[in-house]
């Protein structure tokens, strides 16, 4: 062991020597980047022990007006104040707003005018008479007398007639209406469309209720503005809601349904039984020749659904006469059985009948694996034309045959993709209850890896988008004044997919294969997973927990991935090939060799691979040595270096991001061989890195990254000698092109 540390320690200090660029301090610790732990967060990412979360309860009451296509209710929200604080006021959101009249919207985006402008663009127009936004009927306490209350926009403050101190509780009422937006022309998360071949609608019906806004130790309210972008902050609580539609209609809800006999035929209820036990296929409940039946019915009395959800952030529901209704039950490991459902009307078929439940079922299992068991009795996906939008329990998914029920592959893959997606919505942000209105990623980005996660391990060869690190190089490597940090709010985002989809997933992937390896990674990411599952977790408890179950310090990754802009561009700048000799002339014949030399450029044609140069070894100095220590075994040495190869390696950062060095030889038999060099490399110096390896056999060639993992944007520089393959600028500015 010594003797290596010598030789290495050696190479090590001339290594140092070489000028040391701009020191950004990449490998120093997050310090105040991160808030400081607290009773309530702990400095290992984990929740305190005093961590507290607030709770709101719903009784709702909504009807579903299918002529005017409106949604009227009423609800009774219980508040639960489990803050050490006094609260005077409390915040309900108010979504709808978003498209009320005097919404700040339209009015803060900007555009500008061109001699040809698409219609659908042109500023201030509108020709539609919809006209959105909230219509609060009352709001009041237990005993029905007026609260007083303001809206500002999509907040409304709510005074207490008290002061609620901690393990407080507060009942009040809400009354309310609005008009629902047609999402196929106004486009939204959620709304109506109309098919009108039968003259029918199907109900994709979200953010349809005020709802509490989200009191935390770290934000204090979240009241930031809904401005349409920044998703959504909601407490957890238990949900009862009745909702009524015209009779004919199947609804597709959160929660458990409470009165099948009132709204269910007996052949259905006895399907849905049946279903609970289908482990290897779906049972239809409503069959498509059922549903066709039903669109033409148009009943005019109505029916009311009830349902209950216990520890939900939030409640969605979809209703139509359109339905058809599959489910399959989903066996995980702690023994839980939810049903995998979809509903969907004929014009998603086949396609729907084929692949939904399917995804919905694989996407339970993967993603139980990584996080937590899922922890819902039903995990839905509905179908809706051009929308991917999550709900707890629920979800709205895109993927339509055309008119004689053909797709294409590309429209399978992407409705499986958006499928696994948005069920995969369940666990971020639904259960570890991320704010999304600050953090896109955080929900986005996290579901988007085990997204990725689940397409790799659930089908063969499916056609990732997100996830495999060469798929981000093009945004990496993007002008910079585009592109922001992933630690960016929601808002101010640019690129918003790359930005808060594409390059956190990838970023995990990366820390996952090349970073930690899959069970370091997998361990720790289970480990957020079980801390945060239920409660709301911050981007410092996931970077902190990250660490603390792993012991690899993480601070450089997460400084480098998720707060700068930086890319990977890591170069074989210069190669030097050593053989050991003891002949002076040799020594003496070729220019002095001197480790402390700036890098040379990497040779094109002629090559250092095709030569070695000479080194010779010294007896190592006694000033060397500390009192009473063993000397090496000088002879040893010599003997062990005399037929060795060694490549002194120069290694450029030039993209500024640290990252592993992968370095693969190729020998002159043809064989190969790869070294994983861990990111410290360039913890003393962040630009330039020499490191000599030493091989029995001669290397031909010497390539950075071969497999394409770290998303390296210049692949041309990752090889030594470089390619002799100019570049299409160059023969281009030769004019040979
Ligand atoms: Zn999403």
Redesign the pocket.
Known sequence: MKKVFLLFSLVFIYGTSFGQGKYEGKFEQMGTLLPSPNVYRTASGAPGPEYWQQRADYDIDVKLDDNKQTITGSETITYYNNSPNPLGYIWVQLDQNMRATDSHTPKVATNGMRDTLYSKWVPGIEVNDYEGGYNIKSVTDENGNDLKYFINKTMMRVELPSVMNNGDTFKFNIEWSYNINDRMSDGGRSGLEYFPEDDNFLYTIAQFYPRMAVYSDFDGWQNKQFLGRGEFALPFGNYEVSITVPSDHIIASTGTLQNPKETLTEEQRERFEKAKTSFDKPVFIVTEKEAIKNEKKKASDTKTWVFKAENVRDFAFASSRKFIWDAQAVKLPNGNTPLAMSFYSKEGNPLWEEESTKAVVNTLKTYSKYTIDYPYPVAISVHAASI?M?YPMICFNFGRPDEKGNYSETTKYRMIGVII??VG?NFFPMIINSDERQWTWM??GL?TFVQYRTEVEQYDNFPSRRGPAANIVRYMKGEKQYIRPIMTNSEQILQFGNNA?GKPATALNILRETVMGPELFDYAFKEYAKRWAFKHPTPADLFRTMEDASAIDLDWFWKGWFYSTDHVDITVENVRWFKYTEDKEKLENQVSVSASQEPGEASEGETALEEPMYFTIAETPDRYYGEFMNRVDEKEIVNKAKDKNFYEITFENEGGLVMPIIVEFTYADGTTETQKIPAEIWRRNENVAVKTFVTEKEVTRITVDPNLETADVNLENNVYPRKDVKSAFDKFKEGTN
């Open positions: 991917g999550e997606h948005e919505h929900d986005e579901n989809y």
